[in-house]
């Protein structure tokens, strides 16, 4: 085998009151990522999309992660990478992470299924620092892991927790307005009165527990977000109107899709889902702002080998 | 019937990285709390222990507590308290919680269990209030559902969620010095950096999905306080020393029980729990610190009948 063809999710990171530790696997849209073995040491990147990413290996997501795998590997190699990107970058649901996750499972399906999950995180976060200036694996983990994911820790060694969760739809919307990482940051508070922390971390073990006993009711509960969404909120017009009116079309709960713009929303069933990016395409037509928006159920698989 | 006896269990709150949130209910110590119908309406305290509690009934939390269920019914009714501590006042191991719990409990068996748990929570609160100043339920939680419990909001109406978990030992060491609740509280901090939020959070998540998962070495890694525990250490001698020793013979992890003195360790088994006990005893024997041990399974159930 000397090519292999990865689907790599999109994926929603922050999830309300999990700010930098939870996440989930979307089953659409996603990465294509072609990865071949080619003779002569190193990676070099293609992209068959129109975005103008950059294709030099080394300031390239997907080339950086595949740069940090075979500096681990003990015999030379060298790998060709073609991406399609069906993720806008800058929409805030993991597009640098799809691209770096679908090259090094791609390489390690190459390889013989040599690496752990938790190997390819580690690789894939190589990958995320380049874009984002972190290593941060919020979005990584899902991407993956599939499902919803929790990042325990990240020092001393990196603790990746995959939570199961009954099925639910999400429905995200992708307003066309910039907003920079660096300025999300920004707005973040350096501190936060306990009394704010005590409420977070309530509805953080809530979220965990609505997951895994397979409560909506609790899961919607939970998803309350008393410090981020809060400090973000003003970067991101008609977030309230779009919460608004998914809870009335009957969404269970949601927020900003990792430092946004994006926004997700989560529900039972298709039905409402589809709904619910209804009201939210329309949120945004009403602002008179350009959006995409996407539907579709919880991806149970994180990044996969759909052709060899 | 006119009259029942109740067994109400000493409880952990906290539980490390949960400040304020979680907790868990103990086999032992316990309350016995003995309620009998009287003919007049309001509430007589009786204490048969020697721990020289006041018994006016507003001033005593199992009478404050009988008085907001009193005031919740709708016919006159009066009750008698009977109440021999098992628990040690200012133990740090849910002392007036179980006394408030036990009592509430018993009216309700006399009442034909008329009021759900999360009544009878909401009536203990009243009881914890007047010995801590402040409407806390997260010992009060446990004692009433048992097993571990979530107090996820006190606002806007209270939400407790009763986690499952595996078959857990707790070991317990009271060591004989005073830690008072105002003391504890005043070195919290009132702000915490959000990089240790963050920390908090994500252990509080690996917690939860722990228990819920069954997964004793997750349940370690978690049980790791950074935010409450450093502030609060310099008050209880020998817990370093403590949770050093206890983790060397065998215990998963622990940490101050409420809001200290005790330290409380888990174990998966009892023959570690009653290890672990003995390290812990011998620590403060140690600093020449009178100290009393416990070492009993989580009990599954909360506050129960066990004589009309």
């Given amino acids: 085998m000397n090519s292999v063809t990865v689907h790599s999710p999109a994926t929603v990171s922050n999830l309300g009151c999990g700010f930098d ?15 071949s073995r080619r003779a002569e040491p190193g990676v070099s990147i293609r992209h068959l999309d129109g ?3 950059p294709t030099e290996p080394t300031r390239n997501v997907a080339g950086v992660a595949l740069l940090a795998l ?14 399609t990107k069906g993720i806008r970058p800058g929409s805030g ?15 390690n399906a190459l390889l013989g299924n040599r690496y752990s999950k938790a190997q390819l995180v580690d690789f894939a976060m190589a990958g995320e620092e380049i874009a984002s200036g972190a290593r941060h694996a919020d979005n990584i983990a899902p991407a993956v892991y599939g499902g919803f994911t929790l990042v325990r820790a990240m020092e001393p060694s990196i603790d990746i ?13 992708h307003p066309q307005i910039e907003v920079k990482t660096i300025e999300s940051r920004a707005v973040l508070p350096q501190a936060v009165p306990l009394p704010q922390a005590v409420r977070q971390w309530a509805n953080v073990a809530g979220l965990v527990a609505g997951f895994l006993q397979a409560n909506y009711a609790l899961i919607g509960r939970s998803l309350e977000d008393v410090i981020v969404e809060p400090a973000r909120q003003a970067l991101i017009p008609g977030l309230a109107e779009a919460r608004r009116r998914s809870l009335a079309a009957g969404a269970i709960g949601g927020g900003i899709s990792g430092s ?3 926004i997700f929303m989560l529900s039972e069933t298709e039905a409402t889902a589809q709904a ?9 037509e009403g602002l008179h702002i350009e959006s995409f928006t996407y539907v579709g159920p919880v991806a149970t698989e994180g990044a996969r080998v759909v052709a060899r």
């Fill in 276 to 284: 619910v990016g209804r009201e939210l395409s329309s949120v945004f």
């Fill in 260 to 262: 946004g713009p994006s």
């Fill in 51 to 53: 975005f103008g990413l």
């Fill in 70 to 83: 075979l500096a681990a590997l003990p015999e030379p190699m060298g790998f060709e990478v073609e991406i």
């Fill in 21 to 35: 530790v939870l996440g989930l696997a979307l089953g659409a849209p996603y990465d294509v990522v072609k990865v």
């Fill in 161 to 173: 927790v995959a939570l199961a969760a009954p099925p639910l739809w999400v429905s995200i919307v």
């Fill in 93 to 107: 649901i993991g597009s640098s992470a799809a691209s770096a996750v679908g090259a090094v499972v791609g390489a």
